[in-house]
């Protein structure tokens, strides 16, 4: 067993790596959730409930990992296990053999696994503590309940591989064990015309899910319904598409560059362009579940980062001051508490009616659940004079507030006329354009619709003639700081006093944001990052079945005067196919995702989702440099 495990160390050294990695990662997890210095997380943002699902996804991820990588090792040691039989050895003698080795090898890491989760414990809980903002003392404690957990968890997961190895062993014969090895992966000669279609039907697919997703809020989607199937659309066109551009189109596509090349192959086609074409057709399932799920862990920590990069912008948006009152006994009280503290600050008051406004002419785009009558809406109303540097005509209008959904969802013309009703008449006023620019709270506009600002006279007229059931919030009373490091000690002050809810903080909407997506994007970063460690391997492990296979091959080029730097272009040219399709289409898919929605996270797109895509890659990119450096080794032994 030693003797194996020692010959053996060159296969499962990454393996092992994965098998400690989840385990620390695993048990990590379990200990914040019993940590009591996590109370705080727990209490503020339901982290508790967010952890434990956290594991739960971890749980699965990891499990589905090492029953792949055991199925590719039983595959390796087939011959071995026939060469046991040969020699006498009954089956369940084998299987004990192997489950004794794979037990070592097994708790060994897991062992080594637990001590670095408990030494990593404390980092990880001041990452999370760091990114939610939270303020608390993170302590290193040692976990019984949580070490409990993880050995039940992973020796679980244990017993179902010594289940899985059992049956393997018991159904197959001597013959059978030494044909595994010598079998191809689906090696097919020449390409069928059906081949052709699902190639190309596969590019289509994927093709056409991109350009609805690009058209998902461009207005041609009217209805919740019509939006529902669209999106259904996308995601099934999308996965459906994967699955056949590997069973297809890459053997099609490949297939095209070797006939460009009129059958003059250099020694990099060779290598590099058969494996593409013919073992990525046997590996479509597991390259399409790579590839979706990496497209989801990208796409959803882009959009956890792009709510986390913007939220100080968000919660400018939705309140425009550093404070935002309603009455002026409130903002009276609030005063005299800064005042008390010596903290300078400015106030403006505007005044604010409501109205229905019919916006026909001006629309352009709406869902039309929006709204019973998608033409008519009840906006907030102040006068330019609230606004410095604004003086609009009688008959003049012009909105504010054109955040990124409303344009979206809700999208007006440059130009055209508006029609305001009050309680008795109606008045037709020129529409001049909206600006992006926020005057009045998210509570003050019903979430993100527009504010309506006219005339000094026209406003006072619309006083006089209110429709009463319209009224909501009368007066605007924004408080600013002057000096910003002041603001968290204003906030302590404004929540100290107990004031009504209708009054808004920028501090705490903009902390609270932080909070929530900080801790999502925590969860999602783990849990990408084991996805990508686990999928990483699982590619690598492949590599090093297909390097075994090919030796032969190697052995012949080497012979016939290749050199070993010839064989690792192809190689490099390879592996640059197997790793980089994978991720290529995983990146794309994630753009097409997150473009066709982020609006709804965030303000600012770019700077978060290349930082995320840019990371993602160079941490797959890894798996890829291994795995060209096992081959070198195959490549220098092949003589």
């Known amino acids: 067993m030693f003797r194996n495990l020692k010959k053996n160390v060159k296969n499962y050294y990454l393996y092992v790596f994965a098998l400690i990695f989840s385990v620390a990662l695993y048990f990590a997890f379990v200990t914040l959730q019993y940590d009591p210095s996590m109370n705080e997380v727990k209490s ?40 046991f039989q040969l020699i006498g050895m009954t089956k369940t003698a084998i299987f004990r053999l192997l489950s004794t080795e794979n037990f070592l090898l097994y ?12 030494s990593c414990s404390k980092l990880v809980m001041m990452i999370l503590f760091k990114i939610t903002g939270v303020k608390t003392n993170a302590t290193l404690q040692f976990s019984i309940e949580a070490l409990i957990q993880t050995l039940l968890v992973f020796s679980v997961i244990y017993l179902v591989i010594l289940f899985i190895n059992y049956i393997y062993i018991k159904r ?18 020449k390409i069928s015309v059906l081949q052709m279609i699902i190639g190309v039907v596969g590019i289509l697919f994927i093709v056409s899910g991109y350009y609805v997703s690009s058209k998902l809020f461009d207005g041609d989607f009217t209805t919740i319904n019509e939006l529902f199937i669209a999106m259904t659309f996308i995601l099934g066109t999308v996965i459906i598409g994967t699955y056949l551009f590997y069973k297809g189109s890459v053997t099609f596509i490949a297939n095209m560059i070797r006939k460009s090349k009129g059958g003059y192959l250099g020694i990099n086609e060779v290598l590099s362009l058969a494996s593409i074409m013919f073992r990525m057709k046997s590996n479509a399932l597991l390259l399409t579940i790579i590839t979706t799920v990496s497209a989801l862990a990208i796409g959803l920590l882009s959009l956890c ?3 986390y990069y913007s939220a100080d912008k968000n919660a400018k948006d939705n309140v425009p001051s550093n404070f935002s009152l309603i009455t002026t006994k409130e903002a009276k009280q609030f005063e005299q508490a800064l005042m008390a503290k010596n903290i300078s600050f400015s106030e403006k008051r505007i005044p604010v009616l409501y109205a229905d406004v019919n916006v026909k002419n001006i629309m352009e785009t709406s869902l039309k659940e929006i709204n019973a009558d998608p033409n008519i809406m009840t906006l907030a109303i102040i006068s330019d004079e609230a606004i410095s540097n604004l003086h609009l005509g009688k008959n003049e209008s012009i909105f504010f507030g054109n955040s990124g959904i409303l344009n979206k969802i809700i999208s007006f013309k440059n130009s055209g006329y508006i029609k305001l009703s009050g309680k008795s008449q109606t008045t037709t006023l020129k529409y001049s354009g909206i600006r992006e620019e926020s005057i009045l709270p998210y509570n003050f506009t019903s979430g993100s619709l527009p504010v309506a600002v006219v005339n000094k006279a026209v406003f006072e007229e619309l006083r006089t003639d209110l429709n009463p059931n319209l009224q909501q919030k009368s007066l605007y009373i924004g408080i600013d700081i002057k000096d910003d490091n002041n603001i968290e000690k204003a906030d302590a002050i404004f929540h100290k006093l107990n004031l009504s809810e ?85 990146l794309l898919h994630s753009y097409f995702a997150v473009k066709s929605g982020w609006f709804f996270f965030g303000t600012e797109l770019w700077t978060p989702m290349i930082a995320v895509m840019l990371l993602y890659t160079i941490l797959y990119s890894i798996f890829g440099v291994l795995s060209v450096l096992y081959y070198k080794k195959v490549i220098k032994a092949a003589l």
């Open 305 to 307: 980062y792009i709510s």
């Open 107 to 118: 708790y060994g890491s897991l062992l080594i696994g637990t001590f670095i989760g408990f």
């Open 44 to 83: 503020s943002i339901k982290g508790a409930a967010a952890l434990k699902a956290a594991s739960i996804l971890l749980i699965a991820i990891v499990a589905i990992f090492l029953l792949y990588a055991n199925k590719l090792f039983m595959k390796r040691r087939s011959k071995e296990i026939g060469l």
């Open 502 to 586: 209708d009054n808004l903080s920028r501090y705490e909407m903009s902390s609270s944001q932080k909070q929530n997506m900080g801790l999502v994007m925590f969860i999602v970063g783990f849990l990408g990052l084991t996805f990508l460690i686990t999928s990483g391997c699982i590619l690598y492990f492949k590599q090093m079945d297909e390097s075994e296979d090919e030796r032969p091959s190697y052995t012949i080029l080497r012979k016939l005067g290749y050199t070993q730097r010839d064989l690792l272009k192809g190689i490099q040219a390879k592996q640059m196919f197997n790793f980089g399709i994978p991720l290529a289409i995983g």
């Open 172 to 189: 197959q014969t001597i013959l059978s064990l030494f044909r595994v090895i010598s079998s191809t992966e689906g090696k097919v000669k």
